[in-house]
Protein backbone atom coordinates (compact mmCIF):
# COMPACT_ATOMS: atom_id res chain seq x y z
CA UNK A 1 0.00 0.00 0.00
CA UNK A 2 2.96 2.43 0.60
CA UNK A 3 4.15 1.73 -2.94
CA UNK A 4 0.64 3.37 -4.40
CA UNK A 5 0.88 6.66 -3.69
CA UNK A 6 4.49 7.04 -4.89
CA UNK A 7 4.19 5.38 -8.23
CA UNK A 8 0.62 7.51 -8.54
CA UNK A 9 3.02 10.87 -7.97
CA UNK A 10 4.96 8.97 -10.48
CA UNK A 11 2.60 8.76 -13.03
CA UNK A 12 0.98 11.87 -12.87
CA UNK A 13 4.35 14.13 -13.04
CA UNK A 14 5.28 11.59 -16.42
CA UNK A 15 1.47 12.65 -17.68
CA UNK A 16 2.26 16.71 -17.09
CA UNK A 17 5.96 15.83 -18.86
CA UNK A 18 5.09 13.98 -21.81
CA UNK A 19 2.11 16.76 -22.76
CA UNK A 20 4.14 19.62 -22.33
CA UNK A 21 6.36 17.62 -24.78
CA UNK A 22 3.78 16.70 -26.99
CA UNK A 23 2.72 20.27 -27.32
CA UNK A 24 5.81 21.51 -28.01
CA UNK A 25 7.01 18.65 -30.69
CA UNK A 26 8.11 20.41 -33.81
CA UNK A 27 8.59 23.74 -31.94
CA UNK A 28 12.37 24.68 -31.59
CA UNK A 29 11.50 24.82 -27.68
CA UNK A 30 11.32 20.65 -27.52
CA UNK A 31 14.87 20.08 -27.72
CA UNK A 32 15.99 22.84 -25.32
CA UNK A 33 13.31 21.63 -23.07
CA UNK A 34 14.79 18.57 -22.86
CA UNK A 35 18.06 19.32 -22.52
CA UNK A 36 17.33 21.19 -19.52
CA UNK A 37 14.74 19.32 -18.09
CA UNK A 38 18.04 16.28 -18.05
CA UNK A 39 20.46 19.09 -16.99
CA UNK A 40 18.56 20.33 -14.11
CA UNK A 41 17.18 17.44 -12.69
CA UNK A 42 21.32 16.19 -12.66
CA UNK A 43 22.24 19.45 -11.06
CA UNK A 44 19.68 19.34 -8.55
CA UNK A 45 20.12 15.62 -7.32
CA UNK A 46 23.52 16.18 -7.03
CA UNK A 47 23.90 19.56 -4.96
CA UNK A 48 20.49 18.21 -2.58
CA UNK A 49 23.10 15.09 -2.61
CA UNK A 50 26.00 17.25 -1.43
CA UNK A 51 24.17 19.41 0.56
CA UNK A 52 23.05 16.52 3.19
CA UNK A 53 26.17 15.03 3.23
CA UNK A 54 28.03 18.10 4.72
CA UNK A 55 24.80 19.08 6.47
CA UNK A 56 24.46 22.38 4.36
CA UNK A 57 21.22 23.52 5.82
CA UNK A 58 20.70 26.80 4.13
CA UNK A 59 21.43 25.50 0.55
CA UNK A 60 19.65 22.53 1.39
CA UNK A 61 16.70 24.47 2.28
CA UNK A 62 17.13 26.94 -0.75
CA UNK A 63 17.14 23.92 -3.38
CA UNK A 64 13.91 22.25 -1.74
CA UNK A 65 11.67 25.68 -1.00
CA UNK A 66 12.74 28.00 -3.66
CA UNK A 67 14.79 26.30 -6.45
CA UNK A 68 11.39 24.69 -8.16
CA UNK A 69 9.73 28.19 -7.60
CA UNK A 70 12.38 29.84 -9.57
CA UNK A 71 12.61 27.13 -12.06
CA UNK A 72 8.82 27.11 -13.06
CA UNK A 73 9.03 30.60 -13.38
CA UNK A 74 12.20 30.93 -15.23
CA UNK A 75 10.66 28.08 -17.79
CA UNK A 76 7.54 30.18 -18.40
CA UNK A 77 9.86 33.27 -19.59
CA UNK A 78 12.03 30.99 -21.74
CA UNK A 79 9.38 28.88 -23.07
CA UNK A 80 6.66 31.62 -23.26
CA UNK A 81 5.74 31.61 -27.40
CA UNK A 82 5.69 27.69 -27.11
CA UNK A 83 3.33 27.83 -24.05
CA UNK A 84 0.88 30.22 -25.87
CA UNK A 85 0.88 27.99 -28.57
CA UNK A 86 0.21 24.85 -26.97
CA UNK A 87 -2.48 26.55 -25.00
CA UNK A 88 -3.92 27.91 -28.48
CA UNK A 89 -4.02 24.35 -29.26
CA UNK A 90 -5.34 23.15 -26.54
CA UNK A 91 -8.28 25.53 -26.43
CA UNK A 92 -8.79 23.96 -30.08
CA UNK A 93 -9.86 20.73 -29.22
CA UNK A 94 -13.01 18.93 -29.19
CA UNK A 95 -13.28 18.95 -25.09
CA UNK A 96 -12.70 22.57 -24.48
CA UNK A 97 -14.35 23.40 -28.00
CA UNK A 98 -17.18 22.76 -27.08
CA UNK A 99 -17.27 25.04 -23.99
CA UNK A 100 -16.32 27.88 -26.10
CA UNK A 101 -17.86 27.57 -29.13
CA UNK A 102 -19.58 30.76 -28.48
CA UNK A 103 -17.04 32.18 -30.21
CA UNK A 104 -16.12 31.75 -32.99
CA UNK A 105 -13.55 33.31 -35.68
CA UNK A 106 -14.57 30.90 -38.40
CA UNK A 107 -18.03 32.42 -38.93
CA UNK A 108 -16.55 35.53 -39.24
CA UNK A 109 -13.61 35.01 -42.13
CA UNK A 110 -16.64 33.24 -43.91
CA UNK A 111 -19.29 35.85 -43.17
CA UNK A 112 -15.84 38.70 -44.32
CA UNK A 113 -15.23 36.44 -47.23
CA UNK A 114 -18.89 36.60 -48.44
CA UNK A 115 -19.18 40.29 -48.24
CA UNK A 116 -16.20 41.03 -50.11
CA UNK A 117 -17.16 38.43 -52.70
CA UNK A 118 -20.40 39.90 -52.74
CA UNK A 119 -18.96 43.27 -53.68
CA UNK A 120 -17.04 41.97 -56.78
CA UNK A 121 -19.46 39.96 -57.52
CA UNK A 122 -17.92 36.93 -57.45
CA UNK A 123 -19.25 33.31 -56.37
CA UNK A 124 -19.33 31.26 -53.50
CA UNK A 125 -20.66 28.28 -51.86
CA UNK A 126 -19.56 27.28 -48.19
CA UNK A 127 -21.10 24.52 -46.23
CA UNK A 128 -20.44 24.18 -42.57
CA UNK A 129 -20.56 20.45 -41.52
CA UNK A 130 -22.52 20.00 -38.15
CA UNK A 131 -23.89 16.87 -37.15
CA UNK A 132 -24.10 15.03 -39.64
CA UNK A 133 -21.06 14.29 -41.30
CA UNK A 134 -20.25 15.08 -45.08
CA UNK A 135 -17.21 12.81 -45.72
CA UNK A 136 -18.79 11.50 -48.88
CA UNK A 137 -18.59 15.02 -50.53
CA UNK A 138 -15.00 15.89 -48.66
CA UNK A 139 -13.60 13.00 -50.75
CA UNK A 140 -15.17 13.74 -53.53
CA UNK A 141 -13.46 17.25 -53.47
CA UNK A 142 -9.59 18.43 -53.39
CA UNK A 143 -8.52 17.65 -49.36
CA UNK A 144 -7.01 20.90 -47.92
CA UNK A 145 -6.90 20.56 -44.26
CA UNK A 146 -6.38 24.08 -43.94
CA UNK A 147 -6.80 27.04 -41.35
CA UNK A 148 -10.44 29.41 -42.34
CA UNK A 149 -9.23 32.68 -43.55
CA UNK A 150 -11.01 35.43 -45.75
CA UNK A 151 -8.29 35.36 -48.04
CA UNK A 152 -7.70 32.14 -48.59
CA UNK A 153 -11.61 31.33 -49.24
CA UNK A 154 -11.32 34.40 -51.57
CA UNK A 155 -8.32 32.69 -53.74
CA UNK A 156 -10.82 29.50 -53.86
CA UNK A 157 -13.59 31.16 -55.37
CA UNK A 158 -11.70 33.58 -57.51
CA UNK A 159 -12.33 32.86 -61.00
CA UNK A 160 -9.21 32.08 -62.70
CA UNK A 161 -9.07 28.98 -60.19
CA UNK A 162 -9.67 25.53 -60.85
CA UNK A 163 -11.80 24.97 -57.68
CA UNK A 164 -13.99 27.97 -58.05
CA UNK A 165 -17.04 25.92 -59.84
CA UNK A 166 -17.45 23.71 -56.44
CA UNK A 167 -18.10 24.21 -52.74
CA UNK A 168 -15.93 24.23 -50.15
CA UNK A 169 -16.35 22.05 -47.07
CA UNK A 170 -15.82 23.54 -43.17
CA UNK A 171 -15.73 20.68 -40.78
CA UNK A 172 -14.50 21.39 -37.24
CA UNK A 173 -13.58 24.86 -37.61
CA UNK A 174 -10.89 24.03 -40.62
CA UNK A 175 -11.79 23.60 -44.21
CA UNK A 176 -11.53 20.37 -45.23
CA UNK A 177 -12.17 20.30 -48.42
CA UNK A 178 -12.86 22.22 -52.02
CA UNK A 179 -13.89 22.12 -55.40
CA UNK A 180 -17.32 19.37 -53.54
CA UNK A 181 -20.08 18.78 -56.02
CA UNK A 182 -23.36 19.13 -54.20
CA UNK A 183 -26.61 17.18 -55.35
CA UNK A 184 -29.02 19.48 -56.78
CA UNK A 185 -32.24 19.72 -55.31
CA UNK A 186 -35.52 18.54 -56.66
CA UNK A 187 -37.90 21.04 -55.24
CA UNK A 188 -40.63 21.77 -58.21
CA UNK A 189 -41.60 24.49 -55.96
CA UNK A 190 -38.16 26.65 -56.71
CA UNK A 191 -38.47 28.85 -59.71
CA UNK A 192 -37.06 28.41 -62.39
CA UNK A 193 -34.25 31.09 -62.20
CA UNK A 194 -32.37 30.05 -59.37
CA UNK A 195 -28.98 28.78 -60.65
CA UNK A 196 -27.12 25.70 -60.32
CA UNK A 197 -24.82 27.13 -57.14
CA UNK A 198 -27.76 27.84 -55.01
CA UNK A 199 -29.70 24.64 -56.29
CA UNK A 200 -26.53 22.60 -55.14
CA UNK A 201 -26.42 25.34 -51.41
CA UNK A 202 -30.10 23.67 -51.02
CA UNK A 203 -29.81 19.89 -52.18
CA UNK A 204 -26.76 19.45 -49.50
CA UNK A 205 -29.16 21.09 -47.15
CA UNK A 206 -31.47 18.43 -47.55
CA UNK A 207 -30.06 15.72 -46.72
CA UNK A 208 -27.78 17.26 -44.29
CA UNK A 209 -28.30 19.52 -41.39
CA UNK A 210 -24.97 21.92 -42.92
CA UNK A 211 -25.76 25.04 -43.01
CA UNK A 212 -24.19 26.63 -46.37
CA UNK A 213 -23.69 30.16 -47.42
CA UNK A 214 -23.96 31.16 -51.42
CA UNK A 215 -22.92 34.14 -52.77
CA UNK A 216 -24.20 35.02 -56.43
CA UNK A 217 -21.93 35.82 -59.35
CA UNK A 218 -24.96 37.52 -61.39
CA UNK A 219 -26.13 39.87 -58.20
CA UNK A 220 -23.98 39.58 -55.26
CA UNK A 221 -27.02 38.72 -53.29
CA UNK A 222 -25.72 36.57 -50.13
CA UNK A 223 -27.73 33.90 -49.01
CA UNK A 224 -27.97 31.04 -46.25
CA UNK A 225 -29.45 27.87 -47.23
CA UNK A 226 -30.77 25.45 -44.16
CA UNK A 227 -32.84 22.14 -44.31
CA UNK A 228 -33.87 22.68 -47.88
CA UNK A 229 -34.78 26.36 -47.75
CA UNK A 230 -33.13 29.53 -48.33
CA UNK A 231 -32.98 32.75 -47.00
CA UNK A 232 -31.40 35.61 -49.42
CA UNK A 233 -30.79 39.55 -49.39
CA UNK A 234 -28.54 39.34 -46.33
CA UNK A 235 -26.12 42.17 -45.40
CA UNK A 236 -23.49 42.01 -43.55
CA UNK A 237 -25.58 42.28 -40.07
CA UNK A 238 -28.14 40.11 -41.00
CA UNK A 239 -25.70 37.53 -41.85
CA UNK A 240 -23.87 37.25 -38.74
CA UNK A 241 -26.96 37.14 -37.05
CA UNK A 242 -28.39 34.28 -38.47
CA UNK A 243 -25.39 32.12 -38.84
CA UNK A 244 -24.54 32.81 -35.36
CA UNK A 245 -28.01 31.67 -34.08
CA UNK A 246 -27.85 28.17 -36.27
CA UNK A 247 -24.47 27.73 -35.40
CA UNK A 248 -23.84 28.73 -32.15
CA UNK A 249 -26.84 27.86 -30.38
CA UNK A 250 -28.28 24.73 -32.32
CA UNK A 251 -31.46 24.28 -30.01
CA UNK A 252 -32.19 27.48 -32.34
CA UNK A 253 -31.38 26.15 -35.36
CA UNK A 254 -34.28 27.03 -37.53
CA UNK A 255 -34.68 29.81 -40.15
CA UNK A 256 -37.22 32.47 -38.51
CA UNK A 257 -37.46 34.29 -41.67
CA UNK A 258 -39.24 33.33 -44.51
CA UNK A 259 -37.45 31.69 -47.03
CA UNK A 260 -37.00 34.30 -50.34
CA UNK A 261 -36.76 33.42 -54.10
CA UNK A 262 -33.54 34.67 -55.81
CA UNK A 263 -33.95 37.63 -58.16
CA UNK A 264 -34.71 37.07 -61.61
CA UNK A 265 -30.86 37.59 -62.55
CA UNK A 266 -29.70 34.30 -60.99
CA UNK A 267 -31.29 32.49 -64.11
CA UNK A 268 -27.83 33.14 -66.27
CA UNK A 269 -26.27 31.47 -63.81
CA UNK A 270 -25.96 28.04 -64.84
CA UNK A 271 -23.18 26.13 -62.72
CA UNK A 272 -21.32 29.54 -61.26
Keep these: MSYIKPAIEIGILFFMFYMVLLSMRGTRGAGMLKGLFFIFMITFLVAVTVSKIFELEVVLYILQNWLP ?14 LRNALLKLGQTKLFYSFFKHKSMVLEEVIDAAIKLSRSKTGMLVAIERDIGLKNYIEGGVKIDSEVTSELLQTIFFPKTALHDGAVIIKEERIAAAGCLFPLTDNMELSKT ?16 AIVVIVSEETGTISVALNGKLTSDLDKDSLRKLLESLYLKPAQAQIQAKPTEIKEATKTEGTK
Design 69 to 82: TIAIFTLIVIFHPE
Design 194 to 209: VGTRHRAGIGITEESD
